[in-house]
């Protein structure tokens, strides 16, 4: 049973179009985050969630629009897709606080790829 | 303005040899730690951690050192095994739970 699943695997698609990446989480945690890995693999914290409200937006191009139906779920919408938008986003969650140290659970990672 | 430095991008180290993975922060209000392992295709898991309070963490073969005063961590792995070899992050948090992330290390693990 995967913890954090994140579809699709790949995506591979052209400038200026929309695309979605899915998220879900069945741990029970109350908060959701997207990660942007850059082409220096650095991990930059894009969003997070906590029970379904905003609460971390770091300066992220408002093409990019994050939805939260509810608290396992948190999906990444992109508008206008750029060619530096190409990288690998992960969707992570976590306990609150660190729930003794284990951090977040990461999905396996959506590499996105605009041609 | 990096925060959280991992100045090697690699390391290769003999099979049953010790390794160790280094991290440097800047940030002195940082009071959380963290290691994630990362597998090609899969997203980081959880290594270990330490808080501020602690200068040592073990975890069987890992071991995690904290010298607060270098702003410096490293994580041990002794003995190294080939299901090691991996992109290792070291990862720090503030009291708002804010990880930021260093760029990550890979270790080869040689037979």
């Known amino acids: 049973d995967t913890a954090v699943s994140q579809t699709p695997k790949y995506l591979v698609t052209q400038m200026g179009n929309d695309k979605s990446i899915k998220c879900e989480q069945n741990?029970?945690?109350?908060?959701m985050y997207w990660y942007k890995q850059d082409s220096k693999k650095f991990l930059k914290i894009m969003f997070s969630?906590?029970?379904?409200?905003?609460?971390i937006n770091e300066t992220v191009p408002n093409r990019f629009s994050p939805k939260s139906p509810d608290k396992a779920h948190l999906n990444l919408h992109i508008n206008s897709l750029e060619l530096g938008d190409s990288a690998v986003y992960f969707c992570a969650s976590s306990p609150p606080g660190y729930n003794q140290g284990h951090g977040y659970t990461f999905g396996s990672g959506t590499r996105l790829t605009v041609v | 303005d990096q925060q959280v430095k991992q100045n090697s991008p690699s390391l290769s180290v003999q099979e049953g040899r010790i390794s160790i993975l280094n991290c440097d922060y800047t940030?002195?209000?940082?009071?959380?730690f963290l290691w994630y392992k990362k597998y090609p295709a899969e997203g980081p898991t959880f290594l270990i951690s330490i808080s501020s309070i602690k200068d040592k963490n073990e975890d069987g073969r890992f071991t995690v050192f904290l010298n607060k005063s270098a702003k410096h961590l490293s994580l041990h792995i002794v003995p190294s095994q080939p299901g090691d070899s991996a992109v290792y992050f070291c990862a720090a948090s503030d009291s708002n739970y804010q990880l930021i992330w260093g760029a990550g290390t890979k270790l080869i693990i040689k037979p």
């Open positions: 940030n002195s209000m940082f009071d959380y």
């Open positions: 741990l029970g945690h109350d908060t």
């Open positions: 969630y906590n029970n379904k409200e905003l609460i």
